[in-house]
């Protein structure tokens, strides 16, 4: 088994965009709700794996270029509220393996933000929500 031991040469693709340079930090997180089935029957809490849910939570720095490779606010803002992108990622731009997997599937943007603190780099922080498995 692979064992990472910094996060510094990943790769992400947003709708066929490669955006890997601009990536400050990103986390890919799956859960799945908790059901309550508690009845009255039970002296304890009952709980059931609910539905499965995924999203990628990824900090840029910021690039406000009209167009171009990676250009971040170009590429993001107009997806937002639109259909379903195809993103891809993985910590490690090497090749595709059983230890180094490639996360792919299809996801919404539901928000795009632009600004920060005075003084300091612009960074965005968006949050790519799964459609599906």
């Not at 490669?18 to 309550?36: F, G, M």
């Not at 840029?60 to 606010?73: I, K, P, Q, R």
Request: glycine share 10%; net charge negative.
């Amino acid at each position: 088994m692979a064992i990472f031991g910094k996060f510094w040469n990943g790769t992400l693709t947003i709708n066929s965009v490669d955006l890997s340079a601009r990536v400050k930090s990103a986390t890919l997180t799956h859960n799945a709700e908790v059901l309550d089935i508690t009845t009255m029957a039970n002296a304890s809490k009952v709980n059931a794996p609910g539905i499965k849910n995924w999203q990628l939570q990824v900090e840029f720095e910021d690039d406000l270029a009209a167009s171009g490779v990676g250009s971040v606010d170009a590429t993001l803002r107009g997806l937002v509220g639109a259909a379903a992108v195809a993103m891809a990622f993985r910590l490690d731009s090497g090749a595709i393996s059983t230890t180094n997997p490639e996360a792919q599937g299809n996801v919404l943007v539901p928000a795009v933000p632009m600004g920060g603190p005075h003084g300091q780099s612009l960074k965005k922080s968006v949050t790519f929500v799964g459609t599906g498995d």
